[in-house]
């Protein structure tokens, strides 16, 4: 019996099925029902959140009235490194040791900067009713004593020192020579360049900060001391539906949109309220914004583009030359503005380049990715080939 036209449609609806279905997303977990909370729970969280972020202002300003001046008193050869009198002095002086190589490593630094890296316990310099503060690391900068400085604070867990846990595994803790973060960390520039112009300075602090994390992850002198490049494209990532705002802005600013990727850009880390804001993140934005010092960071290390954002700066750096960045460091213009005279160029249309060169790159548009495209024209043209055969077998017989 010769093949009918119905058996045709039949092959033909069969494939376009198979095609939406492997086109179809990974099925998404089902989503956790929970009750709406009563005034009651919402003013107690309001509250509980209220406590939080006193007690973790207040434990900032403790330590804004005591690390600058311990520095400007204790710096040797413009560095100085302190922790609890029960971290050993063999350790300090590792330490030490160590940010003299991260300092050598940037070749000319700005010799009036001052720069201190400070352990401290979670509950040190908080106040002595309620929990500790839910914050990690975080940097100062400003000036003291008439010269520039930029700190960095870490903190260490007291019981584990307590019991010897860091003396046995000394990996785990924050300043191991093995650890992959720079002890410098985002004071890195501050240290090679001084104190930033007054515009960079409002947008460091209101979450540019996060571009300044990363080094050189090809340094040969340093290989473990800077965060390594994701061999995963950041679009991939969760963190990367985390950037505050609409993620219309995300997809507009990787399909090459200029004005999305400066706007994304300028806004620099998460804001409170962003879908993966948590509530550490909420407590270190109140205290960086209502800190009378000049705090850069006061929670964990996020960026708006991802793990790849981490070495924004480092990147322009190394584009562009010290000199040019320098110019942009310094000036007292508006970031946008700063960008463009000293590195010739706009802002968005380097992010634009940047982002296709480390983060990700599609086209804007209505169409299917070539993947898609090519694998359902191969599954179209196998299913017209079983039925061909299918055919022709009926046929023969």
Not at 187 to 215: D, E, M, R, T
Not at 253 to 270: K, M, T, V
Request: glycine share 12%; hydrophobic share 40%.
């Amino acid at each position: 019996m010769a093949f009918r036209m119905r058996h045709w449609i039949e092959v033909v609806a069969v494939g376009c099925a198979l095609v939406a279905i492997g086109q179809l997303p990974p099925e998404a977990p089902g989503a956790v029902v929970r009750p709406a909370p009563t005034a009651l729970a919402g003013r107690r969280h309001q509250l509980g959140m209220d406590v939080e972020r006193t007690r973790a202002l207040l434990q900032r300003l403790r330590w804004a009235d005591s690390l600058p001046p311990l520095l400007a008193s204790g710096a040797t050869g413009g560095v100085d490194v302190g922790g609890p009198p029960e971290l050993a002095d063999s350790t300090l002086m590792g330490i030490r040791d160590r940010v003299e190589v991260e300092r050598g490593e940037l070749g000319v630094i700005d010799p009036d900067m001052l720069f201190g890296y400070y352990i401290q316990f979670p509950d040190q310099g908080a106040p002595s009713a309620g929990g500790v503060p839910p914050l990690g690391a975080g940097n100062m900068a400003g000036t003291v004593d008439g010269r520039p400085y930029c700190i960095t604070v870490t903190r260490i867990s007291r019981n584990l020192l307590a019991t010897g846990i860091y003396a046995r595994h000394p990996q785990i803790t924050p300043y191991a020579p093995g650890s992959r973060t720079g002890l410098l960390g985002a004071c890195g520039p501050f240290v090679q360049f001084g104190l930033p112009g007054s515009h960079v300075a409002a947008w460091l602090k209101n979450g540019g900060i996060a571009f300044a994390y990363g080094g050189d992850p090809a340094s040969s002198a340093l290989p473990d001391l800077w965060l390594p490049r994701s061999t995963v494209p950041a679009f991939a990532r969760t963190e990367m539906r985390t950037i505050p705002g609409p993620a219309l802005h995300l997809d507009a600013c990787l399909a090459g949109r200029d004005s999305a990727c400066l706007e994304i850009a300028l806004r620099g880390a998460q804001d409170v309220g962003s879908p993966g804001a948590s509530s550490s993140d909420s407590v270190a934005r109140f205290v960086a914004n209502r800190s009378p010092f000049y705090l850069l960071r006061a929670g964990r290390q996020t960026s708006s583009f991802g793990e790849p954002g981490l070495y924004l700066l480092a990147d322009l750096e190394r584009e562009f030359g010290p000199a040019a960045f320098r110019r942009f460091w310094t000036s007292n213009q508006d970031v946008p503005t700063a960008f463009r005279n000293a590195f010739g160029l706009d802002m968005g249309h380097w992010l634009v380049r940047w982002t296709a060169d480390h983060v990700y790159h599609y086209r804007a548009g209505p169409s299917l990715p070539r993947s898609a495209v090519a694998g359902s024209i191969l599954l179209v043209l196998l299913c017209g080939g079983i039925a061909g055969a299918w055919a022709t077998r009926r046929s023969v017989r």
